[in-house]
């Protein structure tokens, strides 16, 4: 005798010719033929769990960061290479003598040295960063609403008594800051390889080489080379660049009597935000 549990488990399908007992995991479907096709049902739930996750607003704020940032490096690539050159002290002292500069050594294609790791190193960058900045701000919106709501948490020490409040801290600003430690902390490897590749292209001439020189001269650790002074440069702008454009955006909806940003405006607002943040920080 089969328990309840069993024929709950279990399914049958027969016909003339036999019997067949399989678990309701196994689809089956009639086809012309009289013949039965055999499915598996967890592959179609798979599927669809699949799908459900895709539209997940987190894969669409990654993938909105990717794409950004694939788009703006393949743009200003050459900008991005004469920076280099130009922080690391390599070549001329201004914009066009390095560029003609890199033209003449290099030819055109040198303006887009190192692009490849360059690519490879920004669309995971703006991914982890955008998604981590969305992700931290509807956290900490979400905390303070509730605490708002709720009596806030008290430590009774004597007579004195102390209240932990997050209604001073700035949402935008703690996500900014998170979003630029994380991403940093995560693809920090790839921009010792592209600024490798982009200054001494002919000690690093591939990525494999460069890999492998780095990792033989300092190991795991060389390829977080600067990574401190990275995290300090970093910290202040990302908490400053994500409140600015937040507080610009906000700012001019507000003027303008607006819910939304067109893309031209986004532009223009990431672009001002941008520009104050590489002269004061």
């Not at 997940?56 to 280099?84: D, H, N, Q, Y």
């Not at 009774?156 to 801290?169: C, E, M, N, R, T």
């Not at 939304?260 to 607002?269: D, S």
């Amino acid at each position: 005798m089969e328990s309840e549990s069993q024929r709950k488990s279990f399914c049958s399908v027969g016909d003339m010719y036999g019997l067949v007992i399989a678990p309701k995991e196994l689809h089956f479907e009639l086809v012309k033929d009289n013949s039965f096709r055999l499915r598996f049902r967890v592959l179609d739930d798979l599927g669809e769990a699949m799908k459900d996750f895709l539209r997940t607003k987190e894969v669409g704020e990654f993938c909105s960061g990717a794409l950004s940032g694939a788009m703006t490096k393949a743009i200003l690539a050459p900008l991005e290479t004469i920076r280099t050159r130009m922080v690391v002290g390599v070549g001329s002292k201004n914009i066009c003598g390095s560029f003609f500069e890199v033209v003449e050594q290099q030819g055109w294609q040198g303006l887009w040295a190192g692009n490849t790791i360059n690519m490879l190193r920004i669309i995971p960058t703006q991914a982890i960063e955008f998604g981590t900045f969305e992700c931290v701000k509807r956290t900490m919106t979400s905390a303070q609403e509730k605490w708002n709501q709720t009596k806030c948490p008290e430590v009774q020490i004597g007579h004195v008594s102390l209240k932990f409040s997050l209604s001073w801290l700035s949402p935008v600003a703690v996500a900014g800051a998170a979003a630029g430690i994380v991403s940093t902390l995560a693809c920090h490897p790839l921009e010792v390889l592209k600024d490798r590749l982009t200054v001494s292209p002919e000690a690093y001439p591939t990525l494999t080489i460069a890999i492998s020189k780095i990792y033989k001269e300092g190991g795991i650790g060389g390829l977080y080379a600067g990574l401190t002074p990275t995290l300090i440069g970093m910290l202040p702008y990302s908490t400053c660049y994500y409140f600015m454009y937040e507080t610009l955006k906000k700012s001019y909806c507000q003027g303008k009597k607006k819910e939304f940003l067109n893309r031209a405006e986004m532009l223009l607002v990431g672009a001002l935000s941008g520009r104050i943040m590489a002269l004061t920080v």
